[in-house]
């Protein structure tokens, strides 16, 4: 994995020249009973700029759980995901959407994809069912992992050397800052909702600090365990 970049929940392949993200949940604020508004709008189209002018990528990929809500689209999720679709046009990269099991009404926004091939062979799907075939790689979302790192919880990526049908396997935090983590520091592969993870012991946590801008990469959960 020395060949992904890490950045605001994201990840950056640049073999692909491709910028990968999951579960953005827009429409999460519309949905929310609280009476004063998150602020996702701005949060996401902010923080994907930032990110778009940092890679520059051709590609940005929406690994799943682009919606929040099953059964409706608030006017908000329109208005959202257009931003997305300009910021995406504007920094001249396609935008893909592959669908994740929140999506059932995601195809009324757009085209997508039950998984989407990079141009490395890299498979993007959201996690909560197998992938069909086989590829080097596979990049996911879906169980939103975080870790507690000297009582902080800290959004974390989660990358297993030949831990998926002998392939890379590469987890995502949720891009959405208002989906709670899924704290993986006890976990076992039950634990997990995805088919993907059958383990835990051999995920290695990569975690950001964001406002130094610097990526750790820490050793195996089932070694790390000991340390936290």
Wanted: with cysteine; hydrophobic share 40%.
């Amino acid at each position: 994995m020395a060949d992904v970049e890490f950045a605001d929940r994201a990840a950056y392949l640049p073999s692909a020249d491709a910028l990968v993200l999951a579960d953005l949940h827009i429409g999460r604020d519309a949905t929310s009973n609280v009476s004063f508004p998150l602020g996702e709008r701005h949060d996401l189209t902010a923080r994907l700029s930032t990110l778009t002018d940092r890679f520059s990528p051709t590609e940005i990929v929406l690994a799943g759980d682009v919606l929040h809500a099953f059964d409706r689209l608030p006017e908000e999720v329109h208005d959202t995901f257009a931003d997305l679709e300009a910021l995406a046009g504007d920094a001249g990269a396609t935008l893909v959407v592959v669908r994740g099991n929140h999506d059932t009404r995601v195809d009324e926004l757009t085209d997508t994809h039950a998984e989407y091939p990079l141009a490395d062979d890299t498979v993007v799907c959201h996690g909560h069912e197998e992938p069909e075939g086989s590829a080097p790689r596979y990049v996911i979302g879906h169980d939103h992992p975080a870790i507690e790192i000297e009582g902080k919880r800290r959004p974390c990526y989660l990358h297993g050397p030949n831990a998926y049908r002998d392939s890379d396997l590469l987890v995502l935090p949720a891009f959405s800052r208002f989906a709670s983590g899924m704290v993986v520091n006890d976990l076992r592969g039950s634990g997990f909702q995805s088919p993907l993870v059958t383990g835990t012991d051999p995920l290695c946590p990569i975690v950001r600090d964001e406002e130094t801008d610097e990526t750790y990469r820490f050793p195996p959960l089932a070694e790390f365990r000991r340390l936290l």
